[in-house]
């Protein structure tokens, strides 16, 4: 590859936060992520514009992995494409591209398992489904070392990067070494206050390989995420500050991975906080005073995948749901 290939960020925004999609411009023209529903026709489509593009010709629609705010907009772009873009998703994850009542299966197994007010957790399965455009049935599901061709020598590779996700992957652009992880690298956390991580052991893993093995010129992130002063620093990183930005994700996860092991060595607390379930001491020590009950929240993820990692609890039986 003789010259640097164009990336667009497009910023999604819904409600608080935002999420990111990346346009990447080839012969065969592909966005990495998708935002939610609304995103195409609200950030997708005229972002695009600006830059002279049509959403129409996006030919590659690249998930990499199956959360709402990454796939919940990618029905309404394969829309705006005549149905002519390639659908693509890691295959542990495409269950909840082709059905959305998986999204529930998978929000009840994880945040929704502590939230005990049944009216609360009916206005997080309606906010799901609503962020979510109709079932769509990928064209590859993609694993380990697969390689997307955009046309000329635009290559992108699948490297595995499970951990805040089950099934997430990295598209990495060849010969450029540029990383789009989206959420695989979460450093101190994003709006919430903590990072979302469902697999410890996973999400440490994959950070190590991203740090020690692919080590990416650039990294695309899915949204902004604190430092450790708490600020929330730009979703597009390069340079020396690619290795300090996955050093501190580890630290992080360090941390979370002490604090649980201090607090619930001996079980989860038969008493129950009101808001923050079994995991009450540890917000207390780490200064958390979100709403676990607000969605997205990584609270209540977090805090149950660092608890399963503790009891030695396994991931198989969530890979075969």
């Not at 411009?25 to 995103?39: F, H, K, Q, R, Y």
């Amino acid at each position: 590859m003789t010259s640097a290939v164009r990336v667009i960020p497009i910023e999604c925004k819904f409600g608080p936060i935002s999420a990111f999609a990346y346009y990447v411009d080839a012969p065969e023209p592909a966005i990495i992520d998708t935002g939610v529903s609304i995103s195409a026709i609200q950030d997708i489509e005229p972002t695009l514009a600006e830059h002279g593009i049509r959403i129409e010709d996006i030919r590659w629609i690249l998930l990499t992995h199956g959360h709402v705010d990454h796939l919940g907009g990618a029905y309404a772009v394969w829309e705006k494409t005549g149905r002519n873009a390639k659908v693509v998703i890691p295959k542990i994850e495409a269950r909840l591209l082709r059905d959305k009542n998986e999204q529930i299966v998978d929000y009840k197994s994880l945040q929704g398992k502590y939230i005990t007010d049944p009216a609360i957790q009916e206005k997080h399965i309606a906010m799901l489904t609503a962020d979510i455009g109709g079932y769509i049935e990928p064209n590859l599901e993609v694993v380990e070392g697969d390689s997307i061709h955009l046309g000329a020598d635009i290559t992108l590779r699948v490297v595995e990067t499970p951990g805040h996700s089950i099934g997430s992957v990295t598209f990495v652009l060849e010969d450029l070494d540029w990383a789009f992880a989206a959420d695989a690298v979460q450093m101190y956390g994003g709006f919430s206050g903590l990072p979302t991580i469902e697999e410890p052991t996973l999400y440490r893993k994959s950070v190590q390989r991203l740090l020690e093995e692919v080590r990416p010129n650039r990294l695309f992130l899915g949204h902004p995420f604190r430092n450790i002063n708490g600020e929330l620093q730009s979703a597009q990183i390069e340079g020396e500050l690619v290795t300090t930005l996955l050093q501190a994700s580890l630290d992080m996860d360090a941390k979370l991975s002490d604090l649980v092991k201090l607090h619930l060595s001996n079980g989860l607390p038969a008493q129950q906080h009101e808001l923050y379930g079994p995991f009450e001491s540890i917000a207390k020590e780490i200064g958390y005073t979100g709403d676990p009950r607000n969605l997205p929240c990584a609270f209540f993820v977090t805090m149950n995948g660092y608890y399963e990692e503790l009891s030695g609890l396994h991931i198989e039986e969530r890979r075969n749901i």
